[in-house]
């Protein structure tokens, strides 16, 4: 049921959704000019954080059911396995950058809302009301609706941008940033800052991310399951395709819908993978030739996975996240 | 290096440390009596949570810097893959019973902070000041000795109470339940709330969870990784002792201390394992016949592990937790 149009790319990152292309390009080039993993994956987080056209990452942000934008970010170094998080803040206007330095720290390195604040807050990150005008005139639009199921439309909006890299030596990290559901509970969590779930980076063997619905990306624990494949030695393509059949097969067997997930992956030699549940998820390569925008897809009848590199008429129908 | 004093005891239900044996005997008696499985685990925990003498978990739960009890608790439900949880809640008399109720919802089910406390508001579950003066004497105490290093030997309290069932039809589930780290910063959360690292079930396979260094033990997954080397086929004792040992091999390259981490499981025929990086890890299994007391073992030299059945002299001396 493995089909491929093309081959798994080379390159030394990959990212989630078209919302990236920008960012992987500035952090690909800190990565080839200087060869800075970490700065490179805050860099192009952080681009896609600051831009308020993104709806569901950092500033304007989608809020929840009160009208709050709740972000969560996490940050994996695959040298030393060190995992930073932050969950459920608000008013931090890069919560990567909160989630890479704790990722330095042994212990306490994952923080939840206040406590989350106050650590950004001592450290001198800079804080900003992330609602932006058109994200407040959107929820109020929703709110006018009224929509009593819990399966709302809103729930569509669930991007999440995740970015893994490799340096030239072979190391390996991985960062994650969203504002969650789109009309979400206060305080909902999804998979992204859940190490496992929404990422996770080892350099013996390869890093993952997942974006889409979290509650169920989380009961298979995605990202891990995927390096887990590539460590007892899978091709980084059929490692995601492998992990996510196995997981949407276990999903069904429950009687779940497909709500969508998407993954993405590298290995430890720069072969980069991906896969979906859906009609078409967007992810994009860089390296020494610069970027390259490509699509995942899956066939929802046969359920056979697709890579292919769009063009231009593709390009210009499709949205820009 | 796989060596085995006793073979895995046959159970319903298996918990972490002594202070789970109150608790794990109630909630047996219900799945003797009803087969009713989240009823019993719930039951479990909640015995645990209520009971002040034990200081990392609920009620009397040890403080964070700021003297406040924060504490993150999750149940998930084997057959459905549900999962629920909260994060980081204050004055919330049991939440474990915040995350049951969770586990049964497909979206927005696990909460952070004052979301989680709106939800538990709204659904109308119990409050309650969570320090007790005792635990207050001794945060007030560790104050003064103003240590100053990250690594305080504060953080040795970091017990999490893990309970895991199966019922005759064969449904698995589990539970798990702590305030963290003595000390921590606000906000921390560790691996206990995290599906996959602190706990994981599926009916399919069976079920793990883990205590210790929360840190330590989300970087490998360490439910999640037990869980499925059962699916793969490995008996339940090997796989225990199989994933933690490669785990702690993992972290112990990238330069690693054995901070302790310990875990327990149950397959789906009711055997149960335990092990651990610690000297003695003491765990509770209950069935038809009752229940009992055994320890998980790490010899420290030779990496060996061991289970044993305690004697009188052992049960005197031994702590109580």
Redesign the interface.
Known sequence: MITKILNSPMGQMISTWRMSEEGLRLGNQILQEKDELGEAIVRAVKCVEDNPAYVSVGYGGLP?REGQV?LDAAYMDG???G?G?V??VKNLKNPIEAAYRLSK????????????M??ASYEGLPCRNMLTESSRKRYEEEKKEQMKE??RRA?EGHDTVCIIGRSRKGSMACGVSTSG?YM???????DSP????GF?A?S?AGAAAATG?G?DI??G?LS??IV?KMRSGLPVQEACEKALEEHWR??ER?G?TNRGMSVIAMDNQGNAGAATTLDEFPFVVAGKDGCRLYVASMDQETGEHFLFAPDEEWLKNSKSD
Chains 1, 2 share one sequence.
Do not use: H, Q, W
């Open positions: 929840n709740e040298d030393t396995l995992t998080a969950i459920s720290k042994k212990t306490n390195s994952i923080l939840a809302g206040d406590g989350a106050k650590y819990e399966e729930y559901l979400k509970e206060p305080g909902r969590v999804g859940f190490i496992g779930s996770y080892d013996e619905m509650e989380m009961k624990c891990f399951a887990e276990r999903l429950r779940y």
